[in-house]
Structures are given as structure tokens and as C-alpha cells.
């Protein structure tokens, strides 16, 4: 049998898509998700995302990382997938999905994927980092010189460390370019290593800057490894509200992959 794909990315974040709302894939299967993810025996990905029917929204997603196990929100995945709903002619230029963190909203202008965040009610400012889960937990931290951390070893050590222990965090390296242009590296749990980019990841950062007083913007520039990506948002009694994760996301390719 051979499985129909897509492949899509986001600032360098990729994921395999698959259309399954003729349920052709079988999501209990984690060995199935991890194979496909897998960079030298399969497709090649950071997670798998399945488009599948909901009954009032434009459609539902469904998240798995790249390690087979379904995770929390995806931001670059949300919005990739936003562009294949598009592309399957379900949505024109805006939609309304069902995430594993609730509705989300979204619009699509020529490659640029808007996607509706949900509001972020607290933020934890510690000493050394702040936490704050913007649909996945995530731990952020200042770095000096960023391009010389060691993102696997030192991520690792932060995602399975107190108090994160098994349930595990992303992990945010920042460093400050100007007021509103941070740049931004990440560790993601389920990648288990750097990924190129994470829009959950930066939608934390520019949050967890403006909370410090690292920047009084509400719409603030994110470089990543893989891209530029923005956030806006408005700061609400508790947190924040009104939050936008704004980017590129690209069809890269489409076919069969024996299964």
C-alpha cells in the first residue's frame, strides 16, 4: 500500500501532512509516525500532522512529534497546516480549526500564515528564566552569545531537569538584537534536539521579553535558524491576549511513500 503525503515548512520547521478525513491512517501506530518523521528511513520531519473533518470548524489537527507520540500545539505546524487546508480548496483566506488546545483562527495572504494564538492568563519569572506555556510549556532564557550555546546539551539538560522532570519543556535560548527583534534558539522535547524553528517557542519569547521589560513592543520581529517570524499581541490584566503568530509556510513536496 502506499500512503499519500505533503510536505510542508514553516521557517524551516517541517512536517509531513497528511489529508485523513477518509480515515486512511491509523493513528495509533507511534513506530508508523516515527518511521515517516524519520530523516534517513522515511520522509524526513520534525512532526506529523493529520487534516481530518470537524463538525462546526473548517477542519481539525492533529499533532504527533517526530518521535510518534501525539503532542501540545504546534504553532508552525497550525499554520502550515492552515496553508493545506487552502491547498485542498477546504478554506479560502481565512479559517477556523480545532486544535489538541482548542479553536484557533487563522488567515493566509499569498505564502504568509497568520494564526490566532490563545491567550496566555500567567507568566512564572524566575531568577535565571521565565515559563510560560503558549498551547506547550516553555522555559526562555537570555543568552550572551547565542550562536556558541549548545542547544542539544544544554536544552537537554533544562527539558528533563527540575522542576520539569518527565513531563519535560521546550527550551528558549534569546539574545536581544534591538527592542523588538530578538534572536531566538530552540530545543523541542519530542525533536529531542534543535529544530530550526518553533512558533510556539517564539510566541513565548516575545512574550516572556515584554514581561521583563526587555521591550515595550507588542509586535515584535523573531529571528530563527530557519527564518523570520512575528509576534503581535496586547498585554491583558493577568497575561496576554489577542496574540499572532505571523509567517511564511511552503509546500515543499508532495507523493507516496511505500507503507
Not at 30 to 52: H, N, P, S, V, Y
Amino acid at each position: 500500500m502506499q500512503l499519500p503525503f505533503y510536505k510542508y515548512q514553516g521557517t524551516g520547521n517541517d512536517f509531513v501532512m497528511i489529508d485523513n478525513r477518509q480515515h486512511i491512517f491509523d493513528k495509533n501506530d507511534t513506530k508508523r509516525i516515527a518511521f515517516l518523521c524519520d530523516r534517513r528511513f522515511g520522509i524526513g520531519a520534525d512532526g506529523l500532522i493529520l487534516l481530518e473533518n470537524h463538525d462546526t470548524a473548517d477542519f481539525k489537527m492533529v499533532y504527533y512529534n517526530a518521535d510518534g507520540n501525539e503532542s501540545s500545539m504546534c504553532g508552525n505546524g497550525g499554520r502550515c497546516i492552515t496553508a493545506f487546508a487552502k491547498y485542498l480548496g477546504i478554506i479560502q483566506d481565512s479559517a477556523t480549526f480545532e486544535a489538541i488546545d482548542g479553536l484557533h483562527e487563522a488567515t493566509i495572504n499569498d505564502a504568509i500564515v497568520s494564526l490566532k494564538m490563545q491567550d496566555v492568563p500567567k507568566i512564572e519569572n524566575h531568577n535565571t528564566h521565565v515559563f510560560l506555556n503558549t498551547g506547550s510549556p516553555h522555559h526562555v532564557q537570555l543568552e550572551t552569545k547565542l550562536q556558541q550555546v549548545d542547544i542539544k546539551t544544554k536544552g537537554s539538560k533544562i527539558r528533563y531537569g527540575s522542576p520539569y522532570n518527565e513531563a519535560g519543556s521546550n527550551v528558549n535560548f534569546v539574545f536581544k538584537n534591538s527592542n523588538d527583534n530578538f534572536s531566538v534558539r530552540t530545543y523541542e522535547r519530542g525533536v529531542e534536539d534543535e529544530t530550526l524553528s518553533c512558533g510556539t517557542g517564539v510566541t513565548a519569547v516575545a512574550l516572556a521579553m515584554h514581561y521583563i521589560g526587555e521591550t515595550e513592543k507588542n509586535t515584535i520581529a523573531l529571528q530563527t535558524q530557519g527564518g523570520l517570524l512575528n509576534v503581535s499581541f496586547e498585554k491583558a490584566e493577568n497575561g496576554y491576549k489577542n496574540i499572532w503568530l505571523i509567517g511564511p509556510a511552503t509546500q515543499v513536496f508532495k507523493g507516496e511513500i511505500n507503507d
